[in-house]
């Protein structure tokens, strides 16, 4: 007997309805022949298709392929899970070393500013402070000695910064320098320029150098072998302008 297609529509549905225990179906084989299909599903979930006769059973897997099947989707969850927990390991692990690596490098940076900055703001302090005594100057740090700020000091043999003094030629000659600080190579001495000075003089007089060590003076030596050498000029009560001569005048007789 020959099923038509509605019929096949009807018994599709029956199929899919008795899939929990056993259906019977006829599907046609294109050759206009009805073939009797029967499929099974037992109780462990093995699938069975049937030939021609319901009796003629041909079993589809078996509860060993299931268990199978079954362990390949668990192992397949576990890699899946392991691989996601991997990755996340791996990702988590670049995260914490970007950030640690831009933690340090703020730091370092941060660091450098504050370094520089402070370097900086001592240069300032330092610049702002020898303003304070000098501007406009010409300076040397070339040489050795001991100075004291404000001292008045002359290069000698080896290139050491000595006391300067009017009592003698030996002590008032040659390159004169007025100390700045108490370092010859961070200080430096003052060849030329206004300076700020402890002393007060009249505005407008020469300036000479001292019989005393280191000092300077409005009055001219005038003693038998003193030398007579200005080294600048008032030019308010406690500033002056630092020029040393380079001539002086030694005094033979009183």
């Not at 010409?138 to 404000?150: P, Q, R």
């Not at 300036?207 to 003076?217: A, K, M």
């Amino acid at each position: 007997m020959k099923i038509n297609r509605c019929s096949h529509i009807f018994l599709l549905l029956a199929l899919i309805v008795g899939l929990t225990s056993s259906s019977l179906w006829a599907a046609e084989d294109g050759m206009g022949t009805n073939v009797v299909r029967n499929v099974r599903i037992q109780t462990n979930g093995v699938i069975d298709l049937g030939g021609i006769a319901v009796s003629n059973w041909n079993q589809v897997g078996s509860t060993s392929a299931v268990g199978n099947l079954e362990g390949a989707t668990n192992a397949l969850n576990t890699s899946m899970t392991t691989t996601s927990y991997q990755v996340t390991n791996v990702l988590y692990g670049a995260t914490n070393t970007l950030n640690t690596s831009v933690t340090t490098t703020s730091y370092q940076v941060t660091n450098m500013l504050y370094g520089a900055t402070n370097a900086l703001n001592t240069s300032v302090n330092n610049l702002n402070a020898r303003t304070n005594v000098w501007n406009n100057g010409v300076i040397i740090y070339k040489g050795a000695g001991t100075l004291e700020l404000g001292k008045l000091y002359f290069m000698g043999g080896g290139s050491v910064w000595s006391n300067a003094n009017a009592a003698t030629n030996t002590t008032a000659q040659g390159l004169v320098g007025l100390a700045l600080g108490t370092s010859v190579t961070n200080d430096g001495l003052l060849m030329n320029g206004q300076f700020s000075s402890n002393q007060s003089f009249a505005v407008g007089a020469p300036l000479y150098l001292q019989t005393n060590d280191n000092l300077i003076t409005d009055v001219r030596p005038f003693r038998t072998n003193h030398v007579v050498r200005i080294v600048g000029y008032a030019i308010s009560g406690s500033t002056i302008m630092f020029n040393p001569d380079r001539t002086f005048i030694e005094v033979l007789d009183e």
